[in-house]
């Protein structure tokens, strides 16, 4: 078993989407062990995307990622990490799997309604930085 962070963006939440979107995670067996509704801070933020600072999209990134509420959760099951990246599709919206959630939604690349951990370490370190109450 093996545990993730995922995130509905902004522009998830704001297209009315969360209801399709955890329903995705749902229907492959993928379970929701913690979840909460909030406005990202920017602290929070510079955290998250620490690895992406002084690229070009890297000022876009963070505002858009406080342009409104995001819905933060914790799945589990076989294969989450994998699993959940493989749902979410690729970065690039045109390169995304048209029956991933980016190829059926998403019509750029920095909205592209959902963040999903890319390995084991990011995923400890994402869950301890928005569930720090969460045991390891
Ligand atoms: P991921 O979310 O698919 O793991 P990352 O490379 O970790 O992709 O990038 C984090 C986020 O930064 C992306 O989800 C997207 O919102 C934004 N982003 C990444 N690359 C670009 C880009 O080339 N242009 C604009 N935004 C980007």
Redesign the pocket.
């Known amino acids: 078993m093996e545990r993730t962070l995922v995130i509905i ?1 902004p522009d998830g939440v704001k297209r009315a989407l969360i209801g399709r979107i955890i329903e995705r995670y749902e229907d492959k067996n993928l379970k929701i062990s913690a979840m909460k509704f909030e406005n990202a801070t920017q602290e929070i933020l510079e955290k998250h ?1 620490e ?2 600072l002084g ?3 890297y000022e ?2 963070l505002s ?1 990622m406080k342009s409104g509420p995001v819905v933060v959760m914790v799945l589990y099951g076989e294969n989450a990490i994998e699993l959940v ?1 493989k749902i ?1 599709g ?3 919206f045109l390169k995304a799997d048209s029956g991933s959630i980016r190829g059926q939604y998403a019509f750029c ?4 309604l959902v ?2 951990s ?1 390995s084991k370490d990011s995923a400890e370190r994402e869950i301890h930085l928005w569930f720090p109450e969460l045991k390891s």
């Open positions: 963006k995307y690895e992406h690229k070009p999209f876009s990134l858009f990246r979410n690729a970065t690039d690349t920095t909205e592209n963040h999903g890319d």
